[in-house]
């Protein structure tokens, strides 16, 4: 896959995970979120076992050295991720929460770099920055006042573990994709991730799956296709080809989506610090995955 494709799907993708918390939130008037993240990855996982098997045939079947890496990406990138996610969000607030999940980027740098020895152009560094004072921007609303009063407590805590786990669910996605497709490995890891979260939510009686009215039924519908599986096949078959440190860049592509989401749908106010913000955040953006044509230019 060239470069250039992997950028356009991975614009796509933050785009399509931007748009999701507002279909979540609808979602939400329905079903527990240990309902729509079970039974999402449920449905999303029998899908891509199925076109895979299709497509693949035996190639799709783990080796016994893949089985590790599976159900730890179920765990982290599936249960863990989304769990700690939405129960962070009864702890503390969206602001919180979009300012942590802004540091996935770095996280991943950080944790690329030690672990898979991923080298770095410093103007990928700068871009990442970037990027992230974008994201602060658009949060703090340009207010010193709001950063300095925000108050962080365990709902934050669950929030960075969540960023976490989802991190070093790429850095697997990228050892195991050596060996399996995206497709297979997306719906092998979905399989076990939907099973840790049914049995916590048969344990704890949150998982109940109820009939769904016009407006939560195309909630699910979009979660379930276009951010769960073109997101998830798309991220991890992206991550792979450019490098799971240059793929997270474009996670800050999310909160303009979900900016821009909120003025169409619930008539949230864009101001110019607004505007500000999301012009860093898409000129960090472009120096990333443009940094090796800056460095020939000056050479």
Aim: net charge positive.
């Amino acid at each position: 896959m060239s470069r250039l494709k992997s950028y356009i799907l991975l614009s796509l993708v933050a785009a399509f995970w931007g748009f999701q918390p507002s279909c979540v939130k609808w979602l939400l008037k329905a079903w527990s979120p240990v309902t729509i993240i079970g039974f999402r990855y449920i449905l999303l996982s029998i899908i891509l076992i199925s076109w895979s098997y299709y497509r693949e045939r035996e190639k799709m079947f783990p080796g016994p050295e893949d089985w590790f890496y599976l159900v730890s990406m179920g765990l982290l990138g599936v249960a863990l991720n989304n769990v700690l996610q939405f129960t962070a969000l009864q702890y503390t607030t969206v602001t919180n929460c979009t300012l942590i999940s802004a540091t996935t980027p770095c996280l991943t740098a950080v944790v690329s770099v030690l672990l898979l020895r991923e080298r770095l152009h410093p103007l990928v560094w700068l871009g990442i920055i970037i990027s992230f004072l974008g994201v602060l921007t658009i949060v703090s609303k340009g207010s010193l006042v709001v950063l300095a009063n925000i108050d962080f407590n365990r709902g934050d805590i669950l929030a960075l573990l969540s960023q976490l786990a989802w991190t070093f669910y790429t850095l697997l996605g990228v050892r195991v994709m050596k060996r399996l497709s995206p497709m297979a490995v997306t719906g092998w890891s979905g399989i076990f991730g939907s099973f840790m979260v049914y049995m916590f939510g048969m344990v704890t009686g949150t998982f109940k799956v109820t009939s769904l009215q016009v407006e939560p039924l195309l909630s699910f519908l979009y979660i379930l296709l276009l951010g769960g599986l073109y997101g998830m096949v798309a991220w991890n078959a992206c991550s792979k080809a450019v490098g799971p440190s240059i793929a997270s860049i474009f996670l800050n592509i999310m909160p303009v989506v979900g900016m821009l989401a909120g003025f169409i749908l619930f008539h949230e106010e864009i101001g110019f610090v607004q505007l500000f913000g999301a012009a860093a955040i898409i000129c960090g953006v472009t120096l990333v995955t443009n940094y090796q044509r800056v460095v020939d230019h000056f050479k």
